[in-house]
């Protein structure tokens, strides 16, 4: 543009939000899209711009590019102390935060595997957006957005190393993504299926289903130790669900006013089958 100029950098090929420029046709490669640095311009809308209706879709890193950066696959991401941090599958995280850390390390691992890769890739491109947070406590806890896409995965700190937890919560995203509606015993047995059969690829380990003291313990453990190990059962399944609330280990106050199943229901959980090699 007649009468811009600028000061020469020590490397003239990376621009704007340190992309390179094509030196053939002078536009800044960013991605997915190209920016017209004379005109000020990206030349093509976000390929994610119907996930941010409020933004243009022709902006960049929502108008904010000293702070924010788009990525491709923007869909996952991580609560570093207020600032997002994009997760993608092998990323390094730099910053000094340790919960941080370890959990994108833990995430990693997950990605590793086949069933880990399956569900996390549907995350990373989701229509809606889903975020890892740390919370007080011990539990964990998802909490899906009421448009019916994208949510909150909430890891309790000091636990961002508890891979059967963190893939627990994680399955709970996927579920919630495909449409099955959360808040039902069906669902937290595929939870923590996943989450076993994820630790036990991992570690070669997996926490202890049912209280051996207690009838139903003892069936609610047979159900879903035959469900992790062999081919899915619907007459297992069934046997976990009725057994869940009276003989699992896990006693959460929450989970005695869930309904055993909602209409209608997805048994996900069978599209990761076999989960133990």
């Known amino acids: 543009m007649t009468g811009r100029s600028y000061t020469s950098s020590a490397d003239q090929r990376y621009k704007f939000v340190s992309k390179e420029r094509d030196a053939s046709t002078g536009y800044d490669h960013l991605g997915d899209r190209n920016y017209d640095s004379w005109s000020g311009r990206l030349l093509s809308v976000d390929p994610f711009g119907d996930k941010y ?3 243009s879709p022709y902006s ?3 108008c904010n590019p000293i702070s924010v950066i788009d990525y491709n ?3 996952l991401w991580i609560n570093d102390n207020g600032n997002n941090i994009l997760f993608s599958a092998g990323m390094k995280y730099n910053g000094s935060n340790k919960n941080v850390s370890s959990l994108i390390n833990n995430l990693n691992s997950i990605y590793s595997t086949d069933i880990g890769n399956k569900a996390l890739s549907r ?3 989701s229509q ?3 975020n890892y947070s740390f919370i007080d406590g011990k539990k964990g806890e998802f909490f899906g957005n009421s448009n019916g896409t994208g949510g909150n995965a909430m890891v309790p700190i000091g636990q961002e190393d508890n891979l059967e937890l963190l893939a627990h919560e994680t399955f709970h995203a996927y579920m919630f993504d495909q449409g099955s509606s959360p808040g039902s015993i069906a669902n ?3 939870a923590f299926l996943y989450g076993a059969a994820v630790s036990f690829r991992l570690t070669n380990n ?3 289903f049912g209280n051996a003291g207690v009838k139903r313990g003892q069936l609610y453990d047979d159900a879903m130790t035959k469900l992790l190990w062999n081919g899915f059962s619907s007459i297992m399944f069934k046997q976990a669900v009725v057994n869940f609330k009276n ?4 006693t959460d106050p929450i989970y005695q006013k869930m309904p055993l199943y909602i209409s209608p229901e997805k048994f996900l959980i069978r599209n990761f089958y076999p989960l133990i090699h």
Not at 247 to 250: D, F, I, N
């Open 206 to 208: 997996y926490q202890p």
């Open 123 to 125: 995350l990373m491109s």
């Open 188 to 190: 937290e047995v595929q």
């Open 247 to 250: 003989g699992s280990l896990v």
């Open 60 to 62: 960049y890193g929502a």
């Open 53 to 55: 209706p409020f933004l």
């Open 128 to 130: 809606g957006n889903y």
């Open 73 to 75: 696959g923007d869909s």
